[in-house]
């Protein structure tokens, strides 16, 4: 139920549907027992060759009987009140109430079906047929007529729920892209893609068909059940109420039984998530996996947790399996409970076992036979009813699994009461700033920060190269300034104000970042040159696509720049993408540009002429170029390098400083060119 109410607010939104819904299901129901009920006077007329004028009369006439008889002994215990000696014992005079209590309730039960008898003899009459075979015929076409209303209503029904549970899987997943748009790089890292997917996915789809069985079996079925027992108790409340005893047995077994399957539902749904992080894994991986000849360990490792799975779901299966036999057991159980006294009573013509009342009168066969359909009806929803439990259990599992992902919260804190933040003309400062990267799996290990304690100033227009061995925290320092996330400790500004103080939105158009896993869109190269700066002037793009070369490799695809490059742009070289994603920075004309090994993948000659294109378009902004490729072309272009070790800033200065005062940073750059004269 806890995971219903989580839904409530987009169920709310297509209430229209499910009351609809709703009122159809009740329809359902209506129809299913008159169904079942029509069986009386078919029996009847089957075994008894009464037709239905002979029947309601002899009803009417029974009901006659019975009101004169309930008549008489309410006066016979009135009077015998009226007579009582006033010094009698109050147990003899409570015992006489009691009697006179139950005369007069039985009296106005009988009064009522007298009226009922009457009423309906009188509206009928004029119309039935008179003969048993013409009222069988007649009550076969009811038969059919309530069937087929029955079938229309189930699938009116099943329509409504069907729009509104696709809408509501609409909403749900729009919502849950829109958050997930709106979560931080570090809490998006450590949910990981594959798990991602999986909630978009499987949970979802398991969500779905949870909530088409709430919205058709789980309310047609009860109140299918419910009628029907409504008319059981009609025939025969005493019996009846004896048939429910299995009740309390049945809901302390799927209590039970429900946890263990929602249980159970989460692990498969884990597991499940498991095997789509292996499937990403491998898809993303394919030629490296391919390369180092790994297919027969991935496929191990994948069968290894598809054998999990399979097991998890046989778990659930085999307590799928047994909820249809408990409960027609226990729905035998119960109609035994009613049937057995019944029968006795239909047998030794007695409306009493063991003393105690069981029927108004004498049981009739017909009545009996009623009782027996009923209860034989009342098996057939409640089958359907144990048989989508399990299944409404894991949805429910699913629905805590997508709620959970709702309910996760970006890690960057925004202030509600903004400063505004101008476009960059001053510096940018990082003070005493620490960070140690969040990881899910060995949380309470300590770990050491990738940034301690860096302080670093760059003014306005300054080229700064960061530079340094793998590891020593280059690229988190720089992914810091677009708050992909915040320092633990330290305070990184620009121009002046907090980063975190201002919009994100704000903070972002300043900066463009140009990564070494260029993540290109699977459109066309103008497209991906455009992207995010669709209104740019036109020759503005073209003198870009110029400078940085992109229009001479896309002059060799016959579509030239209309050329589609393919997912995550797999048709180009990882050389001509970073020359797309260059150009896509610059088009958005950033204060702060980052390049992050924004050239690893482009050769010498080509990254000169870079280089010397980024010299023209590095005016009016600041440039944070990270790289282990310190040419001279590139020294050209910097006004100062940043050198890192550990985490922190040992040096910074110019180059020519840097060689004679910084020892790693000098060895780093004879290992940079001894790579470079080997290459
Ligand atoms: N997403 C992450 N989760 C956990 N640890 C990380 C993550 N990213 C980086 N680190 C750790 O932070 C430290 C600094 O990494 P960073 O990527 O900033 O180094 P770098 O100087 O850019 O290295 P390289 O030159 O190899 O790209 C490393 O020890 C690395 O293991």
Same mark, same amino acid.
């Given at each position: 139920?806890?995971?219903?109410?989580?839904?409530?607010?987009?169920?709310?939104?297509?209430?229209?549907?499910?009351?609809?819904?709703?009122?159809?299901?009740?329809?359902?129901?209506?129809?299913?027992?008159?169904?079942?009920?029509?069986?009386?006077? +078919?029996?009847?007329?089957?075994?008894?060759?009464?037709?239905?004028?002979?029947?309601?009369?002899?009803?009417?006439?029974?009901?006659?009987?019975?009101?004169?008889?309930?008549? @008489?002994?309410?006066?016979?215990?009135?009077?015998?009140?009226?007579?009582?000696?006033?010094?009698?014992?109050?147990?003899?005079?409570?015992?006489?109430?009691?009697?006179?209590?139950?005369?007069?309730?039985?009296?106005? /039960?009988?009064?009522?079906?007298?009226?009922?008898?009457?009423?309906?003899?009188?509206?009928?009459?004029?119309?039935? *047929?008179?003969?048993?075979?013409?009222?069988?015929?007649?009550?076969?076409? &009811?038969?059919?007529?309530?069937?087929?209303?029955?079938? &229309?209503?189930?699938?009116?029904?099943?329509?409504?729920?069907?729009? #509104?549970?696709?809408?509501?899987?609409?909403?749900?997943?729009?919502?849950?892209?829109?958050?997930?748009?709106?979560?931080?790089?570090?809490?998006?890292?450590?949910?990981?893609?594959?798990?991602?997917?999986?909630?978009?996915?499987?949970?979802?789809?398991?969500?779905?068909?949870?909530?088409?069985?709430?919205?058709?079996?789980?309310?047609?079925?009860?109140?299918?059940?419910?009628?029907?027992?409504?008319?059981?108790?009609?025939?025969?409340?005493?019996?009846?109420?004896?048939?429910?005893?299995?009740?309390?047995?049945?809901?302390?077994?799927?209590?039970?039984?429900?946890?263990?399957?929602?249980?159970?539902?989460?692990?498969?749904?884990?597991?499940?998530?498991?095997?789509?992080?292996?499937?990403?894994?491998?898809?993303?991986?394919?030629?490296?996996?391919? #390369?180092?000849?790994?297919?027969?360990?991935?496929?191990?490792?994948?069968?290894?947790?598809?054998?999990?799975?399979?097991?998890?779901?046989?778990?659930?299966?085999?307590?799928?399996?047994?909820?249809? *036999?408990?409960?027609?057991?226990?729905?035998?159980?119960? @109609?035994?409970?009613?049937?057995?006294?019944?029968?006795?009573?239909?047998?030794?013509?007695?409306?009493?076992?063991?003393?105690?009342?069981?029927?108004?009168?004498?049981?009739?066969?017909?009545?009996?036979?009623?009782?027996?359909?009923?209860?034989?009806?009342? &098996?057939?929803?409640?089958?359907?009813?144990?048989?989508?439990?399990?299944?409404?259990?894991? /949805?429910?599992?699913?629905?805590?699994?997508?709620?959970?992902?709702?309910?996760?919260?970006?890690?960057?804190?925004?202030?509600?009461?903004?400063?505004?933040?101008?476009?960059?003309?001053?510096?940018?400062?990082?003070?005493?700033?620490?960070?140690?990267?969040?990881? #899910?799996?060995?949380?309470?290990?300590?770990? *050491?920060?990738?940034?301690?304690?860096?302080?670093?100033?760059?003014?306005?227009?300054?080229?700064?190269?960061?530079?340094?061995?793998?590891?020593?925290?280059?690229?988190?320092?720089?992914?810091?300034?677009?708050?992909?996330?915040?320092?633990?400790?330290?305070?990184?500004? $620009?121009?002046?104000?907090?980063?975190?103080?201002?919009?994100? #939105?704000? &903070?972002?158009?300043?900066?463009?970042?140009?990564?070494?896993?260029?993540? +290109?869109?699977?459109?066309? $190269?103008?497209?991906?040159?455009?992207?995010?700066?669709?209104?740019?002037?036109?020759?503005?793009?073209?003198?870009?696509?110029?400078?940085?070369?992109?229009?001479?490799?896309? /002059?060799?695809?016959?579509?030239?720049?209309?050329?589609?490059?393919?997912?995550?742009?797999?048709?180009? /070289?990882?050389?001509?993408?970073?020359?797309?994603?260059?150009?896509?920075?610059?088009?958005?004309?950033?204060?702060?540009?980052?390049?992050?090994?924004?050239?690893?993948?482009?050769?010498?000659?080509?990254?000169?002429?870079?280089?010397?294109?980024?010299?023209?378009?590095?005016?009016?902004?600041?440039?944070?170029?990270?790289?282990?490729?310190?040419?001279?072309?590139?020294?050209? $272009?910097?006004?100062?390098?940043?050198?890192?070790?550990?985490?922190?800033?040992?040096?910074?200065?110019?180059?020519?400083?840097?060689?004679?005062?910084?020892?790693?940073?000098?060895?780093?750059?004879?290992?940079?060119?001894?790579?470079?004269?080997?290459?």
């Amino acid at each position: 139920m806890e995971s219903l109410n989580q839904l409530a607010p987009y169920l709310w939104r297509v209430r229209g549907y499910l009351i609809g819904s709703s009122i159809a299901a009740l329809l359902v129901a209506i129809f299913w027992s008159a169904g079942l009920m029509l069986s009386y006077p +078919l029996v009847k007329v089957l075994l008894q060759g009464q037709s239905l004028q002979a029947y309601l009369t002899e009803e009417t006439q029974k009901a006659e009987t019975e009101t004169a008889q309930h008549q @008489a002994e309410a006066a016979r215990v009135q009077h015998q009140l009226d007579q009582l000696d006033p010094n009698v014992s109050s147990s003899e005079k409570i015992s006489l109430l009691k009697s006179l209590d139950r005369a007069q309730r039985q009296l106005a /039960s009988s009064g009522w079906r007298l009226m009922f008898c009457t009423w309906l003899s009188k509206q009928l009459s004029s119309w039935l *047929p008179e003969q048993a075979f013409p009222t069988l015929v007649l009550l076969l076409a &009811l038969l059919a007529i309530v069937t087929l209303a029955k079938g &229309l209503t189930v699938y009116l029904q099943e329509n409504l729920v069907g729009i #509104a549970v696709e809408s509501t899987m609409v909403m749900l997943r729009q919502r849950m892209f829109q958050h997930v748009l709106r979560l931080d790089h570090v809490t998006l890292s450590l949910l990981g893609t594959p798990q991602l997917m999986a909630r978009f996915t499987y949970d979802l789809q398991q969500l779905g068909t949870g909530l088409t069985l709430f919205g058709g079996r789980l309310i047609v079925e009860p109140l299918k059940i419910l009628s029907v027992l409504i008319c059981c108790f009609l025939v025969n409340w005493r019996l009846t109420t004896l048939s429910l005893i299995v009740v309390p047995l049945g809901a302390l077994l799927f209590g039970r039984y429900g946890k263990k399957i929602k249980k159970a539902s989460r692990k498969q749904m884990e597991s499940m998530s498991r095997i789509f992080t292996q499937l990403e894994e491998t898809l993303r991986s394919f030629r490296t996996i391919l #390369a180092f000849g790994l297919e027969r360990q991935r496929r191990q490792s994948f069968h290894r947790e598809q054998k999990v799975a399979f097991e998890k779901t046989m778990k659930i299966l085999r307590m799928d399996a047994l909820s249809s *036999p408990t409960t027609e057991i226990l729905a035998t159980l119960g @109609a035994c409970m009613a049937l057995l006294p019944g029968a006795y009573m239909v047998l030794r013509q007695k409306s009493e076992i063991f003393g105690i009342q069981l029927s108004e009168g004498p049981l009739d066969i017909a009545e009996l036979a009623l009782l027996y359909t009923l209860m034989g009806g009342l &098996l057939d929803p409640a089958r359907k009813l144990s048989a989508v439990y399990p299944k409404f259990k894991k /949805s429910s599992a699913a629905c805590d699994r997508v709620f959970s992902l709702l309910k996760t919260h970006t890690r960057l804190q925004q202030d509600r009461q903004w400063v505004p933040l101008p476009r960059h003309t001053d510096k940018i400062e990082f003070e005493n700033i620490t960070y140690t990267h969040p990881v #899910a799996e060995d949380r309470n290990q300590a770990r *050491p920060p990738a940034l301690d304690r860096v302080s670093l100033r760059i003014a306005f227009g300054e080229t700064v190269a960061i530079v340094g061995g793998n590891g020593s925290g280059k690229s988190t320092l720089i992914n810091l300034l677009p708050r992909l996330y915040d320092p633990d400790f330290g305070i990184l500004r $620009i121009d002046g104000i907090d980063i975190r103080h201002t919009q994100l #939105a704000l &903070l972002r158009k300043q900066i463009a970042v140009v990564p070494q896993e260029t993540q +290109l869109f699977n459109r066309t $190269i103008s497209e991906n040159l455009r992207y995010g700066s669709w209104d740019a002037p036109a020759d503005r793009v073209t003198r870009l696509a110029h400078d940085f070369a992109v229009d001479s490799f896309a /002059s060799r695809f016959p579509d030239g720049l209309e050329t589609s490059v393919g997912e995550r742009g797999q048709r180009l /070289s990882g050389g001509q993408r970073q020359r797309i994603a260059l150009v896509r920075a610059l088009l958005r004309d950033p204060a702060i540009l980052i390049l992050d090994e924004a050239t690893s993948a482009i050769d010498r000659e080509s990254e000169t002429q870079i280089y010397e294109a980024l010299a023209h378009h590095k005016q009016n902004r600041t440039v944070l170029i990270v790289t282990h490729s310190l040419t001279d072309t590139l020294l050209k $272009i910097v006004d100062r390098v940043v050198v890192m070790d550990h985490g922190q800033i040992i040096a910074h200065g110019e180059h020519t400083q840097l060689l004679k005062t910084c020892p790693i940073y000098r060895n780093l750059f004879a290992a940079q060119r001894e790579q470079a004269h080997a290459a």
